[in-house]
């Protein structure tokens, strides 16, 4: 598995755009990129990015916008807030599709009890989100996230069985664990669909440490994954306050590409082109 770095390691210090640099500097080829606030979807922006990114030789897998502050409300039902929101969902599909990205990296909902939501609801909006994202060649990945709905196995469950279009999937070691539901739970129910993968570890005393560095199984994880047949990449992320050198980190991609390296890039999962999108 190719291994490679998400620019929210050095969230708030470093500038996205100076994260480019110092992730090739460190070792790294690719990455995930984390657009961390409203300002950075603008198309200005992106340029800058896009300059940085073709003049280190630096490949963007993933983004990952400031999903707060507005992917929650895509889900709102009053409909002027939702369709002001929408516009920004859009303008970072665009920003991933301008960088080359595979996936964006989704949040989505806050969680709430499954039993009283408006699943149709849900899925219609899921619908369009997906339709919206793959029209631009982008998988939307939604990532479990310990304070969102995508924490609920059943609610993944769901949305696999009820979407129009494939539901995609980031898998997060940390936030696995946050929600105290076992990787391998997730890994079943995402399946094959899983486009995208956060690597980090933890213990009793942390959530989020450097891989290696804490109890995570990362032989049993591998199997996992490897019988699902995930053959996408790995991005290492953690916080800025997990590591005190950027040595560390070109140290602990040698020690995730040992620990991955049964599990190699293949052909991912089935892809929706605009033309074959159902109407």
């Not at 479990?144 to 609920?152: E, G, K, P, R």
């Not at 190699?264 to 033309?275: A, T, V």
């Amino acid at each position: 598995m190719d291994i490679g770095l998400s620019s929210a390691c050095f969230y708030p210090k470093l500038n996205t755009e100076d994260s480019i640099q110092t992730m090739k500097e460190l070792g790294f080829n690719f990455g995930e990129i984390f657009l961390n606030t409203h300002c950075e979807y603008k198309e200005e922006f992106i340029r800058v990015l896009l300059a940085k990114k073709e003049l280190y030789e630096f490949n963007v897998n993933s983004v990952h916008a400031f999903s707060a502050s507005f992917e929650p409300y895509l889900f709102d039902k009053y409909d002027r807030r939702r369709k002001d929101v929408l516009k920004q969902f859009k303008e970072v599909v665009k920003a991933a599709k301008a960088l080359g990205a595979n996936c964006y990296t989704f949040h989505g909902m806050r969680y709430a009890d499954l039993s009283g939501l408006d699943t149709e609801f849900i899925v219609d909006i899921y619908n369009e989100l997906s339709y919206i994202s793959l029209e631009a060649g982008i998988k939307l990945a939604q990532e479990n996230v310990s304070w969102c709905m995508s924490s609920d196995l059943k609610f993944l469950t769901l949305l696999s069985q009820k979407s129009k279009y494939p539901i995609y999937f980031t898998l997060d070691l940390k936030q696995a664990c946050k929600a105290n539901i076992p990787i391998e739970k997730y890994i079943e129910v995402m399946g094959s669909n899983i486009v995208n993968l956060h690597i980090n570890d933890r213990d009793d005393n942390s959530p989020c440490l450097l891989p290696g560095k804490g109890n995570l199984d990362y032989d049993n994880i591998a199997r996992n994954l490897k019988d699902v047949n995930y053959s996408g990449k790995g991005i290492i992320e953690v916080y800025s306050n997990n590591f005190s050198s950027y040595e560390e980190l070109t140290k602990v991609k040698e020690f995730v590409s040992g620990k991955f390296n049964d599990i190699s890039e293949g052909k991912s999962p089935m892809f929706i082109s605009r033309n074959d999108m159902p109407k």
